[in-house]
Nanobody, 128 residues
């Protein structure tokens, strides 16, 4: 199991980035996957995930309307399109994967401790 994030960069406020999380060693669309971020000195927070049972994509309130989770099963990759970026979006962005059953979503999100595999992260810096 291997997850590799890419696409992080330095961008001005109001700009856009598209992050990618490429998976290898398994077929991505069978499992639960989500995006998280961690700002310096802060706890890791959920950004977005798709609920594997109801198919709904959930977003943190702070990113709703600006970020979009998508996937390309042919490329075994998920994406996070980030628009209207703000300085408070700065942080390391991670994708995470849960393969084994027996997990439960809380208000649409799978908690970070329920994920089994993590990518190395990609840095997003929003600054003028």
């Amino acid at each position: 199991v291997h997850l590799v994030e890419s696409g992080g960069d330095l961008v001005q406020p109001g700009g856009s980035l598209k992050l990618a999380c490429a998976a290898s060693g398994f077929t991505l669309n069978y499992y639960a996957i989500g995006w998280f971020r961690q700002a310096p000195g802060k706890a890791r927070e959920a950004v977005s995930n798709t609920h594997n049972t109801n198919g709904i994509t959930y977003y943190a309130d702070s990113v709703k309307g600006r970020f979009t989770f998508s996937r390309d099963d042919a490329k075994n990759t998920v994406y996070l399109q980030m628009n209207e970026l703000k300085p408070e979006d700065t942080g390391v962005y991670f994708c995470a994967l849960r393969m084994s059953p027996g997990y439960f979503y809380v208000d649409g999100f799978l908690p970070p401790y329920d994920y089994e595999y993590w990518g190395q992260g990609t840095q997003v810096t929003v600054s003028s």
